[in-house]
């Protein structure tokens, strides 16, 4: 079977800090996950699981599932197999892992840049923040990208569970995170559909 065309059966979170438990490197679980962790209950179905690591930190997935197949996402999205110790180059990001050529995908492992101990984001690189404040941490110690970058990266083309996601966890964001996810879209989106709910109309705004 083409490795395209193969189901996926998602990892839970759970099972995802097991794995990566194995290696030192810092990584958050992403995508929807994330926003259900951050919201503290289950929003919804999920067709696949997204682990964000650091690109420099890159080698680590293959530490963490030692004896898995591991696919890099070449641009514009054709998987090739990723060779033990090499090292992907800046326009690779997705990385495609599942235990054997007979196994459902499992994991989908992103990469995001850093400077120092920033993080910068992979769409836009003046936004970045401490590598130490990008993620939150659930009671039982699973580590997750904070709801608001998780937020800016869906914002870019919102499809119906990204709308979803963005309207079950507003209320949960304080003024804080809904400052940086709306400065963050307005900056690199220009309008947008959310910017009216994050900065209500009757908001104190900046002088020009």
């Known amino acids: 079977m083409a490795p395209e065309l193969a189901p996926w059966d998602p990892a839970g979170p759970t099972e995802v800090q097991r794995l990566f438990a194995r290696q030192p490197a810092p990584w958050w679980v992403a995508g929807g996950y994330a926003v259900e962790l951050a919201a503290g209950r289950r929003l919804r179905e999920h067709g696949d699981i997204d682990v964000l690591l650091l690109r420099r930190d890159q080698l680590a997935v293959q530490q963490a599932l030692a004896g898995w197949e591991w696919w890099a996402a070449d641009p514009p999205g054709t998987l090739r197999p990723w060779r033990r110790g090499e090292r992907l180059p800046t ?68 499809r119906p569970k990204d709308e979803f996601d963005f309207a079950a966890v507003l209320p949960s964001l304080d003024a804080a995170q809904r400052r940086w996810l709306a400065e963050a879209i307005s900056t690199t989106c220009g309008a947008h559909p959310w910017l ?10 900046d002088p020009a």
């Not at 101990?117 to 003046?126: F, I, K, Q, T, Y």
């Not at 009216?196 to 705004?205: C, E, I, M, N, Y």
Request: hydrophobic share 40%; charged share 25%.
């Open 91 to 158: 326009g690779v990001h997705d990385i495609w892992c599942r235990r054997n050529a007979d196994s459902p995908w499992r994991i989908q492992v992103m990469l995001d840049e850093s400077a120092g101990d920033d993080w910068v984001s992979r769409r836009a690189r003046h936004l970045r923040r401490p590598i130490a404040e990008i993620g939150g941490r659930t009671a039982d110690g699973i580590p997750f990208l904070m709801a608001e970058i998780q937020l800016f990266y869906k914002a870019a083309n919102p």
């Open 196 to 205: 009216s709910a994050l900065v209500p109309a009757d908001a104190p705004r």
